[in-house]
């Protein structure tokens, strides 16, 4: 049998689901050919060739591309994680694969820009503007009104979400913008810098959308319910399938649907960000790529047993999806935050949780030892440990996840005073 090869863009920095991504290909039987910045150690006895590459340059980027395909005449190019959107796209086009148009994956990419092409929406839609500067800030918040959110138009992660909610708010938030939004403090802001999108403040509840688009066609896989913290708004908890009600579920269907549609996303995953309130369904966001936190590698599998991976792969390839829901269960992911910065020694209280049934997975994001900062200073160290929980109805679940909060905690060592 010839083997079939399957072109892997950058992998999620959170190692189990990059591995879940390597493991989705081998399950498909695709050998992969990973083109990146670096390779992970994990990653090393999944990959069949590592082209090394900065990825954040385009031309050269495409160029070992064309050339590692003259080799492996790829089935497809993928990717997992948010800044290859645009690249991913552009290299499909260049070797002739299935992809999204490069229009779609600006959009994709772009906070501004995506919100631009959505303007003939009614209802759906914060009041929005783009803006560079504090002057151009004021005048927009006039327009937008307080309160309000104010954060780049290209970055992902919660990087840099500022709320508004009195005018001296204003001045404050873009100090910090300006000193975040740098290619040194996170090179995401190499693709859009120092450009922001200011926004009406959204009331309700938050939820997100898992989907795929393929030859035109919208499948909705299921919508996830969030909780995020106060006031980075860090993702804290997520829970598949939603508890809104039917006559909920069908608005967010429809108003995905048009909101897809108009973006022209077409041969990708989705994952849109949105909030549920007395106006109906409010939009964030949306992402031309799987949703992270374990989303998509753990918690729509464990809840409906849709491979969410294997289904990326199918998309990039051109193969027919596999959408079919086979059990009907609750999963969830609850994180343990570092209360405090300082030196994170590991967690309190995770090892009894462990011995019952309904906990599946506890994961350490930041390794233990690592000096933690929190936000604004730094936004991807305070969540450090990630547990996934399943039960057969919602309310058992929500258990396991509140005792999560209520019994286990980060161990924090306070960092030395320099001037003691
Ligand atoms: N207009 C808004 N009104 C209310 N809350 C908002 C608004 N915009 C953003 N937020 C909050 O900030 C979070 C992050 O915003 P957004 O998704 O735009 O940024 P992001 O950097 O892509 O984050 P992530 O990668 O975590 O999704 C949202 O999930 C939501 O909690
Ligand atoms: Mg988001």
């Known amino acids: 049998m010839t083997e079939r090869h399957l072109l892997l863009v950058n ?16 399950r498909l039987g695709y050998r992969v050919v990973l083109l990146g910045r670096s390779i992970p150690e994990f990653a090393k006895p999944l990959v069949h060739e590592f082209r090394q590459v900065d990825t954040y340059d385009r031309a050269a980027s495409i160029a070992a ?12 190019v993928a990717n997992f994680t948010e800044v290859d959107v645009q690249l991913v796209s552009a290299i499909a086009a260049d070797l002739g694969l299935p992809g999204m148009s490069e229009t779609a994956a600006l959009r994709a990419r772009n906070k501004y820009v995506m919100k631009d092409a959505l303007r003939h929406l009614d209802g759906v839609l914060p009041r929005f503007a783009k803006v560079t500067d504090l002057a151009g800030l004021q005048a927009a918040v006039d327009e937008v009104g307080l309160p309000a959110v104010v954060k780049p138009t290209g970055a992902s992660g919660s990087k840099g979400i500022f709320e508004l909610r009195r005018p001296e708010d204003l001045d404050a938030a873009m100090e910090r913008l300006a000193d975040i939004a740098r290619p040194d403090f996170d090179p995401v802001f190499k693709q ?5 999108i200011v926004e ?7 939820l997100s959308v898992e989907g795929f688009v393929s030859g035109g066609e919208v499948h909705i896989v299921t919508v996830t319910d969030k909780i995020t913290s106060v006031p980075f708004h860090l993702e804290l908890e997520h829970k598949v399938p939603s508890a809104l009600p039917a006559d909920a ?14 973006l022209e996303f077409d041969n990708c995953s989705f994952h849109l ?21 374990y989303i998509g590698s753990h918690l729509v599998p464990l809840a409906t047993g849709v491979d969410y991976f294997e289904n990326v792969i199918r998309v990039a390839t051109g193969e027919p999806l596999r959408l079919e829901h086979d059990r009907q269960l609750n999963a969830g992911l609850r994180f343990v935050l570092a209360e405090r910065a300082g030196r994170f020694e590991g967690a309190d209280g995770l090892t009894p949780l462990g011995e019952e049934a309904g ?33 057969a109805t919602r309310e058992g679940l929500e258990q396991l996840l509140h005792r999560v909060t209520t019994e286990a905690t980060a161990r924090i060592t306070p960092a030395a005073d320099p001037a003691e």
């Open 359 to 391: 906990y599946d997975h506890f994961f350490t994001e930041v390794p233990v030892g690592t000096e933690v900062a929190l936000p604004p200073q730094n936004f991807g160290q305070q969540r450090v440990i990630a547990v996934i929980a399943r039960h």
């Open 273 to 293: 960000e949105a909030k549920w309130g007395e106006r109906g369904l409010r939009f964030i966001e949306i992402a031309g790529r799987p949703a992270g936190d």
């Open 249 to 262: 579920w069908a608005e967010i269907s429809a108003t995905t649907k048009d909101i897809v549609g108009a």
């Open 192 to 196: 859009f810098g120092a450009e922001f």
């Open 65 to 76: 591309a064309r050339e590692l395909h003259a080799t492996y005449e790829f089935a497809g």
């Open 200 to 206: 009406e403040f959204l009331e309700g509840d938050e």
């Open 11 to 26: 992998l999620r920095r959170i190692q189990r689901e990059g591995l879940e991504s390597l493991l989705a290909a081998r």
